[in-house]
């Protein structure tokens, strides 16, 4: 896979990181294409102009965005109904670029500015407490898609870096507290049991012997 050609494909795409491509992200997609192994009618929210900006990059003709995948639309934010919201989080682990702020068994509300319309945070919640809100009458145009993508890379990499982080934190804690074990319950070797019976035999004979003794 040609990797310089790869980020100037994912440098077109919207990076809604929705999935709806049938890659878990917008990278994963553009690398696809680089490869030859996904087209590049795939992505609804790049829309057509999307498309048509990938068959020129690749000097290829372009074609229709695949309904398969979805259809073009105008853009959308995600909302929270605060008063049904029971504080799951499951909305929060589900967002790509961390759009979603609260706690556990606390109200959680979208930062709309950040969110990218994703959908993502719809199916884990079982409450049913978030809708999608159309934010424009029609779908951006390039210059706009261009400018929110970049933003939300920037925060789809940030949350990336931050769960890699905790998982190296736990993966830690974890080792540790492995060699912790492993050091406490050291093994006892079978010499080492053949011994304390040898030793307890001994004992025990001698104790008989001196019983025998005084009693004679």
Known sequence: ??????????????????????????????EAIASGEADIDQCPPGGQAGVDALADLLGRASKPLNP????????????????????????IQACPVDAIVGAAKRMHTIITAECTGCELCIPPCPVDCIAMVVTASQALDRSEIHTRARQAKLRFEARNQRLAGKDGERRSRREASQRSDTNQATPISRNAVLEAIARGKAKRAAKSNATDGSSS
């Open 68 to 91: 398969t995948f979805g259809i073009e639309a105008a853009p959308t934010v995600a909302i929270i109904d605060e008063d049904v919201c029971i504080g799951c989080t499951k909305c």
């Open 1 to 30: 896979m040609n990797k310089n050609l790869a980020a100037q494909i994912d440098a077109l795409l919207p990076q809604t990181q929705c999935t709806r491509c049938g890659y878990p992200a917008c990278r994963p997609y553009a």
